[in-house]
C-alpha cells in the first residue's frame, strides 16, 4: 500500500513570522507520520528556518523551485545543491505557474528532477492539461507526454522514489475541482505510463497527487480513489486548521 503524501505549497505567501506561527501551531496537532507524509513547501527565503523549525516533528520541508546547475552566475536562482545544504527535503518541479510565467519546459523539468536525486531530494513533479487540450480530449496524450519527458535517464529506484502531482491547469486556485472520477482516471493513465517505462513494480509503487482547488470537503473523495495518493494543496494549505484537516484525510485514507 502506498503512503498517501500531502503537501501544501504556499506558493508567494506569508511572511517570515506567519510562516513560524504557522509550524509552532502545526507541531502541536497529533499527525502520525507512519499513516501520512507531511511537507510544507515555502517560500526560499524560509527555508532555512523552516527546517530548524520543524526539526524532530512530522513535518518535511520543500522548495517550490530550484535550479539544474550545482552553482553558477545565475542571479536569483536557488540550487539544488543549497537546498540540500539547509536540510530541505522535497522540491516541486515544473509547477505549471512555473511553465507559465518562467518558461520551464519539459526538458528543464527533466534536467531539473535529475538534479534533485543528484542532491537527495525528492522532486515532486507537476503535471496538467490546460482547459483547452482537456476540451479537445488531449488531457492523457499531454499528461503522459510530460511525465516520460520528465523521467527520462532516471533509474527504476528513481523513478519509484518521485512524486507526481497531477494539477489540471483550469482547476487551480479556481475553486473547480476535477470530479474525484476523472481526476482518478488521469492518475490511473499516468501509472500506465510509467508501467510501460519502467515496469509493474515501479508504477505500483509511484505515488501520484492531486491537485487544484483541494480542500477539507473534497479530500476524502479524492483519496479514495484508487490511483490517487496525496494531494498538491495551495490555499488549503495555508490555514493551520485546513492543513490539519488534509493531513488527517490523508492519515485516516
Ligand atoms: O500547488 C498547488 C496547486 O497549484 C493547487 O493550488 P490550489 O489548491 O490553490 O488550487
Redesign the pocket.
Known amino acids: 500500500m502506498r503512503k498517501p503524501i500531502i503537501a501544501g ?1 504556499w ?1 508567494m505567501y506569508k511572511t517570515l513570522s506567519e510562516a513560524k506561527d504557522f509550524v509552532e501551531q502545526l507541531k502541536d496537532k497529533q499527525v502520525d507520520s507512519s499513516k501520512v507524509d507531511a511537507v510544507i513547501c515555502a517560500p526560499a527565503i524560509f527555508l532555512d528556518q523552516l527546517v530548524q523549525a520543524t526539526n524532530d516533528s512530522f513535518v518535511a520541508v520543500g522548495a517550490q523551485t530550484m535550479h539544474e546547475e550545482k552553482e553558477g552566475a545565475f542571479t536569483g536562482e536557488v540550487s539544488g545543491h543549497q537546498l540540500q545544504d539547509l536540510g530541505v527535503s522535497y522540491v ?1 518541479i515544473g ?3 512555473r511553465r507559465q510565467y518562467f518558461n520551464e519546459t519539459d526538458e528543464s523539468v527533466q534536467q531539473k528532477v535529475k538534479a534533485a536525486f543528484e542532491n537527495n531530494l525528492t522532486p515532486i513533479i ?1 503535471v496538467g492539461e490546460t482547459l483547452e487540450q482537456r476540451e479537445q480530449n488531449e488531457t492523457v496524450n499531454i499528461v503522459s507526454a510530460q511525465v516520460m519527458a520528465a523521467l527520462e535517464g532516471l533509474s527504476e529506484e528513481n523513478v519509484e522514489a518521485s512524486v507526481i ?1 497531477y ?1 489540471p491547469i483550469w ?4 475553486g473547480k475541482t476535477a470530479t474525484a472520477d476523472d481526476a482518478n482516471e488521469v492518475c490511473q493513465a499516468i501509472r500506465e505510463t510509467i508501467l510501460d517505462g519502467f515496469g509493474e513494480e515501479v508504477a505500483n509503487s509511484v505515488r501520484i497527487q492531486y ?4 480542500k477539507p470537503e473534497n479530500i476524502e473523495e479524492l483519496l479514495s480513489k484508487e490511483h490517487i495518493d496525496g494531494a ?5 494549505s495555508l490555514q493551520v486548521d485546513s492543513f490539519v484537516k488534509l493531513l488527517e484525510a490523508g492519515q485516516n485514507a
Open positions: 505549497n506558493k516541486v509547477h505549471s505557474e507537476c502531482a494539477e482547476a487551480i486556485g479556481t491537485g487544484g482547488s483541494v498538491l494543496v495551495g490555499g488549503a
